[in-house]
């Protein structure tokens, strides 16, 4: 056989991708990324061997078959490199080539695995086996001594490096091919970025963006926090925390953090992490602000669900950047980050070795969800203790994580020198109870509209529709507002950017949101009332009162109980550790220690330690080294099916994506969208560019709202042909201009 070849030529191109330059290329590439945390030499091997199977006589004579028609060859090639690497010492770590393009599986599964495939077509195994000394002459007797020490001493350890090596060799396997493909020299990856340089350009912007701001006491305040940041940031790397109260100016101090952190211990980026799609947008347009430059390339990759890489402005190097976030500076969201890490699959895990040596900020730490502090406690540990990482936990309403079993030992710098009193040197409200006797909506409603202008705060969108049909008729047009998930995201955005300019203005605005307006979005109201909810997000809607300090009595916070109201399922636990430490004659939400007695409260009578929690049971298979069963649940005996509600999720209720043209600003743009609607629901495969198009458009309705009378109806499958959790849907329903997808529908629409 003559020289083998790993991939056929790229259309109109007649350039063979050689099958040895391509496992060393990867091989190479894949030390480049693994190295930085110790694990170069281990992910040399893994991607030299990962293809070595495609040396196999019929594996090369069914790519010359099947090479003009593009169709893929469809015979195993895996199993020879992952056979080699397990016998010679890499044992477990052998599954990132088993692995490499259908996903990681459970390691206790792995040598059946192999064998079963290499035992079918025992042939192919004998004539690639024959080209190995030829492709991978100085491939070494023994790969085990490679496998640095506390890899292997502790399985939890072992499984975070792993999934690492796993990400850096299908980076480094993707990043080749793709160069084959693209008539490419080289893979193209971005030089590391200069931190010196980029923290100079933020803190010159920074200056002159605040020079004009004037000089108050909560300007002074912020840039005595900004300043503690700094200053902290000269320590080692480690976990550190940011218990700023709202207002105190957290995104740009932990950005600057971040960026002297990364420019004093060498590290290769900043990965900003956020828990909701408002604050994601809101930040990356600050920092990017702050450091891109006009005529370069761009720092800040924004990635989330909503981010549309085919905008003009964003550019080739947005889309190719996202997949495996080669930008220096990313701003995401905490479901992208965490079911990327937890993930098994290699689209999702791609990005995942730019996590070690990196800064990692979570911003608004304390929306992680409770059941899955677990395992994220457990991996953001070992980032920081074995692979470089620096963590930054930001927050105006801190966990107290460390009292879980997963932190308990890990030590963590405070950014604040004092932050009790700057709590009371920010303290910028006053807080009012309304708790018994309970008032109804239409009570609190009508207090509001008592008000200049008034921020309320419900817990269900059927709350908020109900205070805002108690003002829309009684105030002048323009006065009432709504803000909740049953409105599209660009109707969302359009009515917080008119809020804001009212409020700016000085004109009366009455603004109803659900919890989506709390935590980080920029308002100030002199007035918030907030249906009883969790004590962090009491505390959060206050942050949205006297923002800027601006009133000398203090804003009001009234926290009420609706006679009438509603909440999710999940809040009866949290609300009752809520009524045990605040209230009259109890303490304020701002009260640290009372705070920190409400989380210990919570991860009690949840449970988090119980080796029956969810949690538990996936810190149990990671360390069986049971990829399947973190991503996708433990096989259930019975129906011989994964169990994805003891899966790593999340967000546990997998919505229906609803898309509303409906919510477009004109006639004109409402029509484009319900053409791109009707195309994609024709094509026989989906177009990514045309379904991003729709996701400024697109909404999460609960499952829940299946079960009520006619709604179905209402719902036209665009992918697929039913309507179920986590479906593409079109609203055909009504949709109000002001408070989104009605879920009322009348009766005459079911008349035939």
Known sequence: MGSPWAHSPASGSNRWHSLADHLRSTAELARRFAGPFGGGEVAYWLGALHDVGKAACA?????AVVAPTGRPVGIDHKSLGTRVAYERGLAGFAGAIFGHHGGLIDTPSLRGAFQGKLAAEPGNMASAERELPGLLPD?????????????????????????LCYSALVDADSLDTSAHFQGLASPQVRPD??????????EQRRRDELAGRGDTPIARLREQVYADCLAAAERDRGVFRLGAPTGAGKTLASGGFALRHAEKHGLRRVIVAVPFLTITEQNAAVYRRLLDEEGGEPVVLEHHSQADFDDPQAGRWARLAAENWDAPFVVTTFVRLFESLYARKPSAMRRVHRLANSVIVLDEVQALPHAMLAPILDGLRLLVRHFGATVLLSSATQPSFWALDEFKDVPCTDLIHDTPKLVSDLRRVRYEWQLDPKPTLADIADQAASEPSALVVVNTTADAKVVYDRWHDAEPDGVARHLSTRMCPEHRRRVLEEVRARLSRGERVLLVATQLIEAGVDVDFPVVFRAIAPADSLLQAAGRANREG??????RVVVFAPEDGGQPP???????????????????????EALGRYYRNVYALLNLADAHHVGQCIQQARQRWEFETVADGPMDASSKLRDRKLAFRMINDDGISVVTPQGAETPELRCELEQLVVELRQAPVPDPTKLRSLQAYTTNIHPSVLRRPGVIALLRPILGNEVRRGALVEWIGEYDDATGISLDPNLEQFVV
């Open 570 to 592: 999940t809040y009866k636990t949290l609300v009752g550790c809520t009524g045990r430490q605040f209230g009259p004659d109890k303490a304020d939400p701002d009260d640290l």
């Open 139 to 163: 491939l070494p007797e023994r790969l085990d001594h490679l496998v640095p020490a506390d890899w292997r001493a502790d399985p939890l350890v072992g499984e975070m490096a792993l999934r």
């Open 193 to 202: 970025a200069d931190f010196g340089h980029l923290y100079k350009l933020f």
């Open 59 to 63: 594996w090369q004579d069914k790519l």
């Open 550 to 555: 601006r009133m000398t009595d203090g804003g």
